[in-house]
């Protein structure tokens, strides 16, 4: 699931695609551009898929509840951007905190309101990634996770 309007699709994408490739998976793109397609989505829109990854974006995020709960009705094992999805009952979650990089935001605003320029300011990137497990959507989903997948994360939901 992809949002093709967004800027950060493409990099992501790219990232995602690449990935896919090395592991032999065929990749079929769901692209979703507004909140109205998000609730117009069924479980039938994931049909023979093995499994969905959504990428970042702050309109599917805003929405994660009902993608989250689109995953759960077609039964298809997702995974998502940040750790909210899995709070929500996602499957899996990697990707940065997101309340982290809000208080890094702050910062930044901050300094450009202090006079900063914030073409002078310089780009950072999340230093941590989350790795979620949402264990009891995993029993939903009748899957059996392998141990040594389990304790690679940061947290395991039950």
């Given at each position: 699931?992809?949002?093709?309007?967004?800027?950060?699709?493409?990099?992501?994408?790219?990232?995602?695609?690449?990935?896919?490739?090395?592991?032999?998976?065929?990749?079929?793109?769901?692209?979703?551009?507004?909140?109205?397609?998000?609730?117009?989505?069924?479980?039938?829109?994931?049909?023979?898929?093995?499994?969905?990854?959504?990428?970042?974006?702050?309109?599917?995020?805003?929405?994660?509840?009902?993608?989250?709960?689109?995953?759960?009705?077609?039964?298809?094992?997702?995974?998502?951007?940040?750790?909210?999805?899995?709070?929500?009952?996602?499957?899996?979650?990697?990707?940065?905190?997101?309340?982290?990089?809000?208080?890094?935001?702050?910062?930044?605003?901050?300094?450009?309101?202090?006079?900063?320029?914030p073409g002078d300011l310089p780009i950072e990137e999340a230093s941590k990634l989350e790795f979620i497990?949402?264990?009891?959507?995993?029993?939903?989903?009748?899957?059996?996770?392998?141990?040594?997948?389990?304790?690679?994360?940061?947290?395991?939901?039950?």
């Amino acid at each position: 699931m992809l949002d093709p309007t967004s800027v950060v699709t493409a990099p992501q994408l790219r990232a995602t695609e690449g990935a896919a490739a090395t592991l032999g998976i065929r990749l079929a793109k769901l692209p979703i551009s507004t909140p109205e397609e998000v609730d117009a989505l069924r479980p039938a829109a994931l049909a023979g898929s093995d499994g969905l990854v959504v990428l970042p974006g702050a309109m599917f995020y805003n929405h994660r509840a009902t993608i989250v709960a689109l995953a759960a009705a077609a039964r298809v094992p997702a995974i998502y951007p940040s750790r909210e999805y899995a709070d929500d009952g996602g499957l899996i979650a990697y990707g940065p905190n997101v309340p982290h990089a809000y208080r890094r935001a702050a910062g930044y605003v901050d300094r450009i309101l202090r006079g900063a320029k914030p073409g002078d300011l310089p780009i950072e990137e999340a230093s941590k990634l989350e790795f979620i497990v949402n264990f009891h959507t995993a029993l939903q989903l009748g899957l059996r996770l392998p141990i040594d997948f389990v304790v690679e994360a940061d947290e395991v939901i039950e």
